[in-house]
């Protein structure tokens, strides 16, 4: 598939201001996603179920908040921004017997359509607009003039307008600010499920408190572990953010330079590789989706066991400490 990349030129904000946007949950994404739209002049609503913990945030944006079968009556683009687990049930009872002819139904990420657990209608467009970033920074760099990159599917095209109804929807929340590229569901969903385990949030996480452990157990200070592979990790990865993996070695230093190049293919090695072709192969096949969907049924058992074990870890105990020292936190 050759690359499109669409910016804020290619995109016409006119198309998502005419329709009525009900953005079903409001948590990462769905803050994000809805005082975005609105701000670019568009017509949102919310919905949440009445016992939500989210509705007070909503409504003290002075955002209308409605049930989520009120909010999807109501719009004729709906954006499901819900936790991927709960989308299928919300779809099957809130959504679904709400769906109009000619509606548009949207995602912030391809699970549910890539796995087959939610199977619209065909006389509705199926998109996708997922932000290729935390809900938190894609409203903070909306705010500050900026944007986070955004990826746009199409699964069913009902309209024959769905790409540009996807485009406009992107660009309303900042994403043709910094390039909207297309994708299919199927590509988004196994990129992002990988990326999130193998590198962004399981590999970095698992590398970060394996360093820290190798320290402590070696007799350095937990706060020295600390700095060095957790705190300093950021300055790091804000120097390949600005300018590749090259760019973050031209900034350090040649010892430092020689150490990365030597001895980091001795830390990512061939297992390493090798388990992470395993990783994506569990993602391909519907093996991580079928697990995931599970435990989220048998009430997350595992899930929140590992949780508080991380929770727990002593890289915790004094980061929270050393955070709250430095000079510029909010204590
Ligand atoms: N987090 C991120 O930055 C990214 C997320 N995504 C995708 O965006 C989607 C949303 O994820 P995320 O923002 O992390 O989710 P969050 O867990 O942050 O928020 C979920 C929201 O859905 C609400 N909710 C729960 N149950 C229902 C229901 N039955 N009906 C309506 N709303 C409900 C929650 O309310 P309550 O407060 O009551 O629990 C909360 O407001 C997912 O598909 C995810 O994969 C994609 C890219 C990045
Ligand atoms: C890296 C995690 C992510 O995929 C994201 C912020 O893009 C997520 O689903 O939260």
């Known amino acids: 598939m050759a690359v499109e990349i669409f910016y804020d030129a290619d995109a016409d904000l006119g198309i998502v201001q005419g329709r009525k946007v009900a953005i079903i ?12 739209l609105r701000d670019s002049g568009v017509d949102v609503r919310i919905g949440l179920p009445e016992n939500s913990r989210s509705r007070a945030k909503a409504e003290e944006e002075g955002l209308r908040v409605l049930t989520t079968a009120e909010a999807a009556a109501e719009a004729d683009l709906i954006m499901i921004l819900a936790p991927d687990t709960k989308q299928r049930q919300i779809y099957a009872e809130d959504i679904a017997p709400n769906l109009k002819s000619g509606d548009a ?10 796995y087959g657990l939610i199977q619209p209608p065909a006389d509705v467009d199926v998109a996708m607009v997922a932000p290729k970033g935390p809900g938190h920074l894609v409203r903070r760099q909306f705010v500050d003039g900026k944007g986070v990159p955004c990826l746009i599917a199409v699964e069913q095209d009902a309209s024959g307008n769905a790409q540009a109804l996807a485009l406009s929807y992107a660009a309303a929340i900042g994403g043709a600010r910094a390039g909207v590229i297309k994708t299919t569901f199927k590509e988004e969903t196994e990129t992002d499920l990988f ?7 399981g590999g ?3 590398l970060v408190q394996t360093g820290f452990e190798v320290l402590v157990e070696a007799g350095y ?7 060095e592979v957790l705190h300093e990790l ?4 804000d120097l390949m953010w600005e300018g590749g993996i090259a760019g973050q070695r031209y900034s350090c230093s040649d010892t430092a330079e020689y150490g990365d ?9 061939a297992h390493v590789k090798e388990s992470m072709r395993k990783i994506l192969g569990e993602i391909q096949d519907g093996t991580f989706a079928k697990e ?15 949780q508080e074990e991380g929770n727990a870890h002593q890289i915790e105990v004094v980061g929270k400490k050393l955070r709250s020292l430095m000079s510029w936190t909010n204590k």
Do not use: M
């Open 25 to 36: 949950g409001y948590g990462s994404q769905g803050h994000a996603h809805a005082l975005s």
């Open 105 to 114: 139904l949207f995602f912030g990420h391809g699970f549910n359509i890539r």
């Open 195 to 201: 990326g999130e385990q193998a590198v962004l949030c």
């Open 204 to 206: 970095a996480s698992a």
């Open 221 to 227: 200070q937990p706060e020295i572990a600390y700095f």
């Open 234 to 237: 950021k300055l790091i990865v």
């Open 261 to 269: 190049l030597t001895r980091g293919p001795r830390v990512i090695d």
């Open 292 to 306: 995931w969907v599970a435990e989220d049924e048998a009430g997350r058992p595992n899930f929140t066991k590992l």
